[in-house]
Nanobody, 126 residues
Framework: QVQLVESGGGLVQAGGSLRLSCAVSGVTFRSYTMGWFRQAPGKEREVVTA????????YYADSVKGRFTISGDNAKNTVYLQMNSLKLEDTAVYYC???????????????????WGQGTQVTVSS
């Protein structure tokens, strides 16, 4: 049974940093496409970043390029999202997702993932 458990969310001032963790069980995360999504109140869930580990292919939303980084720790079977220079508009619930690796331009989009975590709240204050 695949389980994803996020942690690391919280309240941070604008300009600060947070690192989110996604502990993966039931599968080895490097065999999957892993993504981070977020959903702000009243908005749709959007992809923040995603990676296909075997090819090293990554995707970053324009809004987070240069500020967020996705990485993984094999020993802990955990995926991370390092978030720097946080902005008020980064406030959202952040979700970790895992999906079978697929080819094509939709590989990082929401429909590519079959497994989701419960989410962790990130609040950026001024």
């Amino acid at each position: 049974q695949v389980q994803l458990v996020e942690s690391g969310g919280g309240l941070v001032q604008a300009g600060g940093s947070l690192r989110l963790s996604c502990a993966v069980s039931g599968v080895t995360f490097r065999s999957y496409t892993m993504g981070w999504f977020r959903q702000a109140p009243g908005k749709e869930r959007e992809v923040v970043t995603a990676v296909k580990w075997n090819s090293g292919t990554t995707y970053y939303a324009d809004s987070v390029k240069g500020r967020f980084t996705i990485s993984g720790d094999n020993a802990k079977n955990t995926v991370y999202l390092q978030m720097n220079s946080l902005k008020l508009e980064d406030t959202a619930v952040y979700y970790c997702a895992a999906g079978l690796v697929i080819v094509g331009s939709n590989w990082y989009k929401r429909g590519a993932y079959g497994y989701w975590g419960q989410g962790t709240q990130v609040t950026v204050s001024s």
